[in-house]
T-cell receptor, first 108, second 119 residues
Framework: DAKTTQPTSMDCAEGRAANLPCNHS???????VYWYRQIHSQGPQYIIH???NNETNEMASLIITEDRKSSTLILPHATLRDTAVYYC?????????FGAGTQVVVTP | GAVVSQHPSRVICKSGTSVKIECRSL??????MFWYRQFPKQSLMLMAT?????????EQGVEKDKFLINHASLTLSTLTVTSAHPEDSSFYIC???????????????FGPGTRLTVL
């Protein structure tokens, strides 16, 4: 599965949109982009996934570039409860392998 | 999303004893379950993949005789840490793949984790 690169940490103001970037330049044609988050001392929570089209659900939006080499997870109105480590993972039918992720801290 | 439970949520044991952790998919069937381990301030590390009715596949460096995995039904997998030692103290998280998801894309759901402390 392709590797991903994410910033180590990000701060975001409560009520503002949080844009989380992810680079996956070696992604192959049949690999999906998945986003999970982990709040401290809990199991990871599924957020969203996509192949090449932009996706939106009740939690977030996923914007994938046309060449699929990068993507952005958007939390439209960040709340304090969105403070977590966010993981961008690329895979096809394989296992979910977690990288270091981005520590997002939402501040009042 | 679907619910995955783990039991116990927290366990403290003495060095040399064995500990069993249960993972259940509550509202869906899972032919495949995964076990992860997470040390403080680190990311999740995949330990093994468990398929219902067959032997688990372990990641490189994970001792299969120490971490016994049983996946006897479509809703239950267990991880037994045998002869636990303080270095086995960690956060153990299971995950289940939803068999019902179609189109070659599936969601994978995680349990809340089990905090193991070996004294």
């Amino acid at each position: 599965d392709a590797k991903t690169t994410q910033p180590t940490s990000m701060d975001c103001a409560e009520g503002r949109a949080a844009n989380l970037p992810c680079n996956h330049s070696t992604i192959s044609g049949n690999e999906y982009v998945y986003w999970y988050r982990q709040i401290h001392s809990q199991g990871p929570q599924y957020i969203i996934h996509g192949l090449k089209n932009n996706e939106t659900n009740e939690m977030a939006s996923l914007i994938i570039t046309e060449d699929r080499k990068s993507s952005t997870l958007i939390l439209p109105h960040a709340t304090l409860r969105d403070t977590a480590v966010y993981y961008c993972i690329v895979r096809d039918w394989g296992k979910l392998q977690f990288g270091a992720g981005t520590q997002v801290v939402v501040t009042p | 999303g679907a619910v995955v439970s783990q039991h116990p949520s927290r366990v403290i044991c003495k060095s040399g004893t064995s500990v069993k952790i249960e993972c259940r998919s509550l509202d869906f069937q899972a032919t495949t379950m995964f076990w992860y381990r997470q040390f403080p301030k680190q990311s999740l590390m995949l330990m093994a993949t468990s398929n219902e009715g067959s032997k688990a596949t372990y990641e490189q460096g994970v001792e299969k005789d120490k971490f016994l995995i049983n996946h006897a039904s479509l809703t239950l997998s267990t991880l037994t840490v045998t002869s636990a030692h303080p270095e086995d103290s960690s956060f153990y998280i299971c995950s289940a793949r939803d068999i019902g998801t179609s189109g070659g894309v599936y969601e994978q759901f995680f349990g809340p984790g089990t905090r193991l402390t070996v004294l």
